[in-house]
């Protein structure tokens, strides 16, 4: 059965910086897009940032310039490093990760809190 584990999130004050992981169980070579979404409380789940196999990275208007996604050597964990971080950036945050089958797998979420 295939995992992924976050973990990063955390309260912190406006203007600072928090770095969520995910460890994925499946093999790199099932891997095929990462990504980062989240959702805050009365709104719909949105990407925040997506990264291909040829490391293509896609961010919402919103990250543009704060947030940057990487994975480390063995592709197999994906970070979000988040700076400036602002109240509106307070949300449940969502590795994601689609295999070459399409198969879309999600994780359990982190708690990102940012206060003003």
């Known amino acids: 059965q295939v995992q992924l584990v976050e973990s990063g999130g955390g309260l912190v004050q406006a203007g600072g910086s928090l770095r969520l992981s995910c460890a994925a169980s499946?093999?790199?070579?099932?891997?095929?897009?990462l990504g980062w979404y989240r959702q805050a409380p009365g709104k719909e789940r949105e990407l925040v940032a997506r990264?291909?196999?040829?490391?293509?990275?896609t961010y919402a208007d919103s990250v543009k310039g704060r947030f940057t996604i990487s994975r480390d050597n063995a592709k197999t964990t994906v970070y979000l490093q988040m700076n400036s971080l602002k109240p509106e950036d307070t949300a449940v945050y969502y590795c994601?990760?689609?295999?070459?089958?399409?198969?879309?797998?999600w994780g359990q979420g982190t708690q990102v809190t940012v206060s003003s």
């Open positions: 994601h990760v689609r295999d070459r089958i399409f198969r879309d797998f």
């Open positions: 499946l093999s790199i070579f099932s891997i095929n897009v």
């Open positions: 990264l291909t196999p040829g490391g293509s990275t």
